[in-house]
């Protein structure tokens, strides 16, 4: 036998290379590269779950914050659309107001109303028998008066003030008749009440036989008495002195109501 001979016999008695066994498989080196390659991607994946997942969450819950926010910031824009409107509403009723005040005499014009509807009933050769303020027969002040009872109108509540006048005349239907048409041209918005008209003297017939028929001496005389209400709007000063005064009135009873407490 050669030397070759007896290493080829020692080679191919020599035993293979033992592996470790795990639930009987043999982990060889290419099983466990496998295995190990296997390990890795799961750990990596575990790994990138813990750390992805709360990122996660939280991103969606910043979504949903700006969501709210967005939310927010449109119903502020549109309470603030609304405040617009309502301002300028404020500034168009307020234009109204001032329009509307304007058709009323400015109150100065008030002192000289006797005077001017004195000079009416001259005109109409009328007798002005009486004209003092109502509120001096009755012993009270002669200022105007407020408006506060809705008689003119809800709208004219705290807005203008009034003064009524006791008037009393004389003069024919027609005299009387014309000066009654006569208040209107006066500069203060005024109104008649409580109107009554008497004749005062019988008229006087006198026959004339030539026509056959009764000629009327003279026109009969009527005694009107009526009260006389006038109208004046209440000056910027007033009304913000008003403004002022109804607001103080509301604070009030908000102070009042927080007493202090104690002391231990």
């Given at each position: 036998?050669?030397?070759?001979?007896?290493?080829?016999?020692?080679?191919?008695?020599?035993?293979?290379?033992?592996?470790?066994?795990?639930?009987?498989?043999?982990?060889?080196?290419?099983?466990?590269?496998?295995?190990?390659?296997?390990?890795?991607?799961?750990?990596?994946?575990?790994?990138?779950?813990?750390?992805?997942?709360?990122?996660?969450?939280?991103?969606?819950?910043?979504?949903?914050?700006?969501?709210?926010?967005?939310?927010?910031?449109?119903?502020?824009?549109?309470?603030?659309?609304?405040?617009?409107r309502l301002v300028a509403e404020q500034q168009q009723l307020e234009v109204q107001k001032q329009?509307?005040?304007?058709?009323?005499?400015?109150?100065?014009?008030?002192?000289?109303?006797?005077?001017?509807?004195?000079?009416?009933?001259?005109?109409?050769?009328?007798?002005?028998?009486?004209?003092?303020?109502?509120?001096?027969?009755?012993?009270?002040?002669?200022?105007?008066?407020?408006?506060?009872?809705?008689?003119?109108?809800?709208?004219?509540?705290?807005?203008?003030?009034?003064?009524?006048?006791?008037?009393?005349?004389?003069?024919?239907?027609?005299?009387?008749?014309?000066?009654?048409?006569?208040?209107?041209?006066?500069?203060?918005?005024?109104?008649?009440?409580?109107?009554?008209?008497?004749?005062?003297?019988?008229?006087?017939?006198?026959?004339?036989?030539?026509?056959?028929?009764?000629?009327?001496?003279?026109?009969?005389?009527?005694?009107?008495?009526?009260?006389?209400?006038?109208?004046?709007?209440?000056?910027?000063?007033?009304?913000?002195?008003?403004?002022?005064?109804?607001?103080?009135?509301?604070?009030?009873?908000?102070?009042?109501?927080?007493?202090?407490?104690?002391?231990?």
């Open positions: 036998m050669t030397f070759a001979d007896d290493f080829a016999l020692e080679g191919g008695l020599a035993e293979a290379p033992e592996y470790p066994t795990i639930f009987g498989v043999s982990i060889s080196p290419t099983v466990g590269g496998v295995l190990l390659a296997l390990a890795g991607l799961a750990g990596g994946a575990a790994i990138g779950w813990y750390m992805v997942k709360p990122a996660w969450e939280n991103l969606q819950a910043k979504e949903t914050e700006l969501e709210n926010v967005q939310s927010q910031i449109e119903r502020l824009r549109s309470a603030q659309q609304e405040i617009s329009e509307i005040l304007s058709l009323f005499a400015a109150q100065d014009k008030e002192d000289t109303y006797l005077y001017d509807f004195a000079r009416q009933i001259e005109a109409r050769r009328g007798v002005l028998v009486k004209f003092i303020p109502a509120a001096a027969e009755q012993g009270k002040p002669a200022d105007s008066e407020i408006v506060q009872d809705g008689s003119w109108g809800d709208a004219a509540n705290g807005l203008l003030q009034t003064r009524k006048y006791d008037v009393a005349m004389e003069g024919t239907f027609d005299q009387t008749q014309s000066i009654i048409r006569s208040i209107e041209a006066l500069q203060l918005l005024s109104a008649v009440k409580n109107f009554s008209s008497q004749v005062k003297e019988e008229q006087v017939l006198l026959y004339d036989p030539a026509k056959t028929a009764f000629i009327p001496l003279d026109k009969p005389k009527l005694a009107t008495t009526f009260t006389l209400e006038t109208l004046v709007p209440r000056s910027a000063k007033e009304l913000e002195e008003a403004a002022k005064a109804k607001q103080g009135a509301k604070a009030a009873p908000a102070a009042g109501g927080a007493q202090p407490s104690p002391a231990k």
